[in-house]
Nanobody
Framework: QLQLVEFGGGLVQAGGSLRLSCSAS????????MGWFRQAPGKEREFVAA????????TYADSVEGRFTISRDNTKNTVYLQMNSLRGEDKAVYYC???????????????????WGQGTQVAVSS
């Protein structure tokens, strides 16, 4: 059974940086595409970034393009989300998720992901 655990959330000032990590266990990690999603209070969950199994292709939400970078280390069964130039609107609970889909269009769709972590809180102060 695939298990995902996120690390690295916290409080940061606007304009600052955080790096989230998501460690996977119980699976062949390299078989999965990985995604990051977030949910702010009172809002629906939204896609943030995704990376394919090989790490050769990434995709981002427009709101984070150029500020966030997703990467993965298949030798460590870990996916990362480097978040720079953080803004107040980035405040949310961030979730990592795993999917076996091979369809690029589905990487931004939460329903395509069958495994989720418990989430890590990111807060941004102005």
């Amino acid at each position: 059974q695939l298990q995902l655990v996120e690390f690295g959330g916290g409080l940061v000032q606007a304009g600052g940086s955080l790096r989230l990590s998501c460690s996977a266990s119980g699976c062949t990690f390299s078989s999965y595409a990985m995604g990051w999603f977030r949910q702010a209070p009172g809002k629906e969950r939204e896609f943030v970034a995704a990376i394919r199994w090989s790490g050769g292709m990434t995709t981002y939400a427009d709101s984070v393009e150029g500020r966030f970078t997703i990467s993965r280390d298949n030798t460590k069964n870990t996916v990362y989300l480097q978040m720079n130039s953080l803004r107040g609107e980035d405040k949310a609970v961030y979730y990592c998720a795993a999917t076996v889909t091979r369809r690029q269009a589905e990487l931004q769709v939460g329903e395509a992901y069958g495994n989720w972590g418990q989430g890590t809180q990111v807060a941004v102060s102005s």
